[in-house]
């Protein structure tokens, strides 16, 4: 296995528009990273020049210690998985797993031998005199697992596999690859337009949005530290509430006024925030900061009055819908009180999870 | 009421399509059953009995097996060769990138356009420095740069073979050789047996191509055999006229009939949008 390394790598088409811009990263020997944004960030590009199938126009690519530029993709000792699989269809599933083995020059009793071996790894050992069209959508993607697995390469290359699957099989999928890569402790690159897909396989998350990367991290991170609005929107299902707001002083506190209610920020997030006090900010709050108060006795601050547009009982949760600051915003409440459309009731932020980002660059102010 | 009217025109008019194109050819076997003197005595649709002496008028006269052999060697290998360079270089079009490529691809399609005759003299000469005039192999190498063949094959292979597959084979470790013997060119064969087919039979038909370049009787090929029979001044055979060229066309009406479906998915597949 390899560690992979991209410094400073651009790709422009003809009329020099940039669709990937001075991405800098590295991929670690063994590691899951995973590229994921919108359509058309570039994810799929950066894994292109990756693969060697799409020519780097600046910046560097290393392999292990190679530098791999001008190397075309069979001396990459890459493999790849294709969106539509790209199995050849006038060959059996023997023949395409062992296509690139027999390109190679591989002694054909050790072909049969790793063949096999993936046959039986991935359950298609019934299936190895069938061609693709007589295999179902989960068979075919095995197979195309399979043509990259035998081959050992130092770095697998994913290009949105499970996009073609349906739901259950595709969660089902999931597991299985994820299962696969911890199995053979390859280093592996992952694209995926599904943010889910994203956080429950990678090592790593790399959020890529108009060519640039916006945030590397775990999942973890990059669900409760977003870096800016970007991210903080784009990872998280509902998306979440990004308000605008104003920060105001009240004497050594700081305040987040949100329309006319005002939250206190927890000391560590106000220090962090002071210097744009009095000025217009984004406040981010994901759903499930929005807490519905219950209990009219109880004390809380940070509560607000919100009247309910739109509500979807989940049976564990609900998703209730509002308007806030001419946006329409949700929260993540659970089954307790009862909640009716067009109704107003009492809900309050939790502050201490909270994130402020600049209006203009839309950069994480409060981290 | 209505619908089974309209049905029973179409059928008419069928028919009558079919006849119009199977007459001509009845006609042709039936002329060659019959004398001379009967064909100007007029049309018939019934057999003759002068099958045998047409038959030897023939055998006696030209040399028509030999013409029959030779034909069959140089459309053969044209079939072969044509579709086979037609192929690789609508491979190329498709999947690669190469400075002056839509120029060239423009002087292929150009070339359509010029009418086989304007390049005979200069290709007459060509076959004279390479010393192979009066040699099956002019006419095949003639025939195998197929212009159609490539534009019709451009079009087949964006149908049917995607970019994602030559990408992977590429990523499996295969050289661009083995990509076009191994991946592409199986996935071409239904349009490039098409391609050869109408090579084929174009070829063999080709008359002023053979009778620019060959000069030796024993390499004459079946069209200027046929035409033998045409050029005594006195008096025209014209029932072994009729029975040379019914058999001449024998072997084009086989392979038409063996690869009708080939010709088929062929055409279809081309028209197929991935």
Redesign the interface.
Known sequence: MAQLKLENVCKAYTGKILTVKDVNLQVNDGELMVFVGPSGCGKSTTLRMI???EEITSGKLYIGNRVVNSV???DRN???V???Y?L???MTVYDNIA??LR??KVPKGEIDKRVMEAAEMLVLTDKLQKKPKHLSGGERQRVAVG?AVV?KPEVFLFDEPLSNLDATLREKMRVQLRQLQLKLKTTVVYVTHDQVEAMTMGDRICVMNKGVIQQVDTPHNLYNKPKNTFVAKFIGSPQANVVDAQLVQDNDKVLVKIENSQFELPKEKADKVKKYVGKSVLCCLRPEMINHVVDQECQVINKIQLEVNVMEDLGHERLVYFPLTGKECVARIGSRGSIEIGKKYTFCFDMERCHIFDKDSGENISL | MKHSLIKLAIYAFLVGVLLICIVPFYLMIVNGTRSAADINAGVSFIPGSYLVQNFKSITSQLNMFTGLRNTAVVCTAIMIVSSYVAGLTAFSIVFYEYRFKKLLFGIILASLMLPQALGLIGYFDLCIKLNILDTLSALIFAGAANAAGVFFLKQYTQSVI?L??I?????????EL?IFH??AL??MLPGMASIGIFSFVFNWNNYILPLTIISTPEKYTISMIINQLNSTVYFRDFGAIYLGIAISIIPILVVFVLFSKVIIKGIAGGSIDK
């Open positions: 693969a060697g199938l075309t993709p069979k890459i493999a790849m294709f969106q539509n790209a050849y269809p006038h296509f690139g390109s190679q043509r081959r | 995607p994602a597959l990408q992977a084979a590429r990523v499996d470790g295969a050289s083995r191994r991946i199986p996935m």
